[in-house]
């Protein structure tokens, strides 16, 4: 055998061997930094000047206004301000579908930050929203529809549309389920509005795996945060603030 050649056969074990470590780790040690406004009020003047070209172009995207919001808004179960928004605004954008939906359904999994008072931006949506979830419309029968709600009781609820009324357990049982006022009928067919990523029964909602007639236009223009937007720039034309409250829709016995 060549010498050149036992060499580089040799390599690969002596490279092993070498990267032996003989250190061991004698104790650990922590601290925690926290970061908070104090960087605010003595911003590093070099790494100002470095970031300035990008924070012009990333806030000339981010700050366009797109209306005004009447109260500091959250999504939280059973109910909360931001989620009843979000499953209204749902429904309210089926007009521009040719679509008359019975309920919207928006998950909780999906709501990512917090709704400010006052002036609502772009990039406050798009914190919101940040997903590509599509709006979409799918039909359920009213069986489908009360395994829905039995899914959703089973969490501690989901953001529902105002036309729903849901009374669950601490154990996430459902106690009963009405829209616009009724009971559900088992053998009817209900027209609900979601967005397309639980309509392969995601986020513990299998019942939606089973919806028929399906209309979810899959352009960038019908993204969630595009139709919240919308909303909002219509409110805001008619010189409206956009609220939202605690209604009842899910309610704890």
């Not at 067919?189 to 399906?214: E, W």
Request: net charge neutral; proline share 4%; glycine share 8%.
């Amino acid at each position: 055998m060549k010498k050149g050649l036992t060499f580089y056969l040799l390599l690969p074990m002596l490279l092993l061997a070498s990267c032996k470590s003989h250190y061991e780790v004698a104790s650990v040690e922590r601290s925690r930094i926290v970061v908070d406004n104090r960087y605010d009020r003595q911003p590093d003047a070099q790494a100002v000047a470095f970031l300035a070209p990008y924070k012009h172009q990333v806030d000339s995207v981010m700050g366009p206004v797109v209306g005004q919001s009447a109260r500091y808004m959250t999504a939280q179960r059973p109910e909360g301000t931001l989620s009843n928004l979000l499953a209204d605004i749902l429904v309210w954008a089926g007009k521009d579908y040719g679509e008359t939906p019975d309920f919207g359904v928006y998950n909780m999994g999906g709501v990512r930050a917090d709704m400010p008072k006052g002036t609502v931006t772009f990039g406050d949506v798009l914190d919101i929203a940040p997903f590509e979830n599509k709006i979409a419309f799918t039909t359920l029968s009213g069986a489908d529809v009360l395994e829905l709600f039995r899914q959703m009781a089973a969490v501690g609820g989901e953001a529902v549309s105002h036309s729903v009324r849901l009374v669950i357990t601490k154990k996430g049982e459902l106690v009963s389920a009405t829209i616009n006022g009724e009971a559900i009928d088992p053998a009817r067919d209900y027209r609900v509005v979601t967005i397309d990523y639980l309509l392969g029964g995601t986020d513990k909602m299998g019942a939606f795996k089973k919806g028929r007639n399906t209309n979810s236009p899959q352009e960038v223009s019908n993204n969630s945060r595009f139709v919240i937007m919308n909303y909002f720039k219509e409110k805001a034309a008619k010189g409206e603030v956009v609220d939202s409250e605690i209604e009842g829709r899910v309610v704890v016995e």
